[in-house]
């Protein structure tokens, strides 16, 4: 017999598929990252106008949400280590809290200053 | 006299659910409700128990779910809407209906090297372990298995890596490890370091959360990728 998600349904188990989707989010934006540095070996003009089409609303939702990607796989890295590496105590959901915190008040940050 | 409406695997690998009505009883455990099923209803639902007090480890079983003690669950605390569905534990080949086969689960606490190896004969001395130090404060947080398997079934790294040695071997081990009086922990900490040992948990915590004695697998898992870590800077294997 294989368990379905009612078995999977703890907020542990979140936190993995948490950073697991991070991760991959973020390993298939970073071809997009170096492909847009790559553009300045165009040029001042190519990189510029790539900056412009950045500005656009969308772009910068976009941003807001690889802002909340990376915190949360940062955080999620952080929590795992603090487990793992350090005395074992009951504090795994503390250090769930703190990262989901930690990751939301980074993305409103972020988002304070897009305005 | 109110009911429960309760779904019971029947069968092996394959197989479906049978619906049964079972009284409805007050402080009534997910035992007494299989208990009466093939007592009164069915008398060929097979199913595994023993003590009936959460201290055997037979009677696990996957409720509404998840896996879970039988014999300590209350119908109360499980029902959703006046019903249950009750399964074999996952992870485990399933020999009749609600009974699997466990010998795979505890060849694997073998494999951990899960059993006590220690120096001293009969006719020496005890071995004098101080309650209070902090091998044997390790050991006691996770002393208290009783096997029933509900760790492994609710692990994933077991569904997808069939050889992985699971939480209750691990945990064993690490008991061991913590053990002043145990001589195999060299060839301990290497069994348990291959990539079906300790380092292949993703730390979901499944085991953690559905231990019904409220162990922490994880916790000792954690122990032992630290220990392994230590033993390879060392070159021990």
């Not at chain 1, 973020?26 to 847009?36: I, N």
């Not at chain 1, 190519?46 to 909340?68: C, I, M, N, Y």
């Not at chain 2, 979901?204 to 898992?221: D, G």
Request: charged residues 20%.
């Amino acid at each position: 017999m294989k368990n379905d998600f009612r078995a999977r349904n703890h907020p542990a188990y979140w936190a993995f598929i948490v950073h697991r989707v991070s991760g991959v989010a973020l390993a298939l934006f970073l071809p997009l990252h170096f492909w847009a540095l790559g553009q300045a070996l165009h040029g001042e003009a190519g990189l510029e106008s790539f900056l412009r089409w950045s500005d656009q609303p969308t772009v910068k939702l976009a941003e807001v949400a690889l802002v909340l990607l990376l915190a949360a796989h940062l955080t999620g890295g952080l929590r795992l280590l603090a487990l793992e590496f350090l005395a074992w105590r009951d504090w795994h959901k503390t250090l769930l809290a703190l990262a989901a915190g930690i990751t939301a008040a980074a993305g409103l940050a972020f988002l304070l200053n897009l305005t | 006299m109110a009911t429960l409406r309760v779904s019971v695997w029947r069968g092996q690998e394959s197989g479906r659910f049978q619906e049964f009505e079972v009284p409805r009883q007050e402080s009534q455990s997910v035992l007494d409700v299989v208990t009466h099923i093939q007592r009164a209803l069915d008398p060929t639902l097979a199913y595994r128990f023993s003590c009936r007090v959460g201290m055997c480890g037979s009677c696990a079983m996957t409720v509404n779910g998840r896996a879970r003690w039988t014999c300590r669950t209350h119908v109360d605390k499980v029902a959703v809407d006046g019903r249950l569905e009750i399964a074999p534990l996952s992870n485990l080949p399933v020999v009749k209906d609600l009974v699997t086969d466990m010998t795979l689960f505890f060849d694997k606490w073998a494999r951990a090297r899960g059993r006590f190896r220690g120096a001293r004969t009969r006719r020496d001395d005890f071995e004098r372990v101080p309650p209070d130090s902090a091998a044997r404060r390790l050991a006691d947080a996770a002393i208290e298995c009783i096997g029933c398997g509900v760790c492994y079934s609710a692990c994933d790294v077991v569904a997808w890596n069939p050889d992985y040695l699971g939480p209750a071997a691990l945990n064993r081990a690490w008991t061991l490890v913590n053990d002043a009086r145990d001589t195999d922990n060299r060839a301990r900490l290497a069994a348990v370091a291959g990539d079906a040992g300790c380092h292949a948990c993703h730390t979901h915590m499944s085991c953690s959360e559905r231990c019904p004695k409220q162990l922490s697998p994880t916790a000792s898992i954690a122990g032992l990728k630290r220990a392994t870590a230590l033993a390879a800077l060392k070159g021990e294997f």
